[in-house]
């Protein structure tokens, strides 16, 4: 099993497990995983398509 790896910026954490910081987040059936940075940049656009998704 490869290292949990940053969909957005390719950083690779030091286990397969993501890190609590990171977040994980599923589109269209692929698990993406974000680390703490990407996923503090990216959380209202993350957010804002499960919203949509989901309603
Ligand atoms: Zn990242």
Redesign the pocket.
């Known amino acids: 099993m490869p290292n949990a790896t940053?969909s957005?910026?390719g950083?690779q954490a030091d286990t397969e497990e993501a890190p609590i910081t990171w977040m994980t987040s599923l589109e269209n059936g692929r698990k993406l995983l974000?680390?703490d940075?990407?996923a503090r940049e990216n959380v209202r656009s993350i957010e804002g398509k499960l919203d949509s998704a989901w309603w």
Do not use: T
């Open positions: 940053c957005l910026c950083r974000y680390c940075q990407c």
